[in-house]
């Protein structure tokens, strides 16, 4: 079976960071993405992992442990407009399956 | 990059009718698209894998006579609600594989009446 989670919500405040954590089990494993998604629009790239470590791309850095079956985004230097739903998915026999989303909300 | 353009963006229709959903990549051939449907404050669930020149693959759960999906090119894929019922009203995304991941479309919101 597909199992992908995600903390519903989290709060952080604006300049500070947040980590948004992703556990998975699924049947098979061809790498990890992270899509931001603003609501009522569609869900736009912002990072893949598909080896073990740390991708860094700006403000935006992604973590996987293929082993532990974990993922993690990172954002630094928060600004209100990175207010928005994150969503982790798995890529599988050439599907994405995603998870619930996690609703990050940036306070001044 | 590559373009994926969904149309229409919202549409309204009534009890019983049918609604067709198009889903063009501009600037490139899609072979496989996929189509996603999103309920208010959920994750995208998929529901049906379209293949140009074959038969889609649905998920488990999608009844393919009421989803229709039509890959006939290699840059339209269309869906098509038959029969649409107000439980069908949903937020609907199409998506073509672009490298390793994949570029949506800019979605369509579906409000049966």
């Known amino acids: 079976g597909q199992n992908i989670d995600q903390p519903t919500e989290m709060t952080a405040t604006e300049g500070a960071i947040v980590q948004i954590n992703c556990t998975y089990q699924?049947?098979?494993?061809?790498?990890l993405f992270w899509y931001q998604q603003h609501a009522g629009e569609a869900p736009t790239f912002l990072s893949y992992?598909?080896?073990?470590g740390l991708e860094e791309k700006g403000r935006f850095s992604s973590f996987l442990s293929r082993s532990k079956g974990y993922s993690y985004l990172l954002l630094k230097e928060l600004q209100m407009k990175d207010s928005a739903s994150y969503l982790c998915a798995v890529s599988n026999t050439g599907k994405l399956i995603f998870g619930q989303g996690t609703t990050l909300q940036v306070k001044p | 990059g590559a373009v994926v353009s969904q149309h229409p963006s919202w549409v309204i229709c009534k009890s019983g009718t049918s609604v067709k959903i198009e889903c063009r990549s501009l600037?490139?051939?899609?072979?496989?698209m996929f189509w996603y449907r999103q309920f208010p404050k959920q994750s995208l669930m998929l529901m049906a894998t379209s293949n140009e020149g074959s038969k889609a693959t649905y998920e488990q759960g999608v009844e393919k006579d009421k989803f229709l999906i039509n890959h006939a090119s290699l840059t339209l894929s269309t869906l098509t609600v038959t029969s649409a019922h107000p439980e069908d009203s949903s937020f609907y995304i199409c998506s073509a594989r672009e490298g390793t991941g994949l570029r949506f479309g800019q979605g369509t919101r579906l409000t049966v009446v």
């Open positions: 600037d490139f051939q899609a072979t496989t």
């Open positions: 992992n598909v080896l073990d």
């Open positions: 699924t049947s098979g494993f061809n790498g």
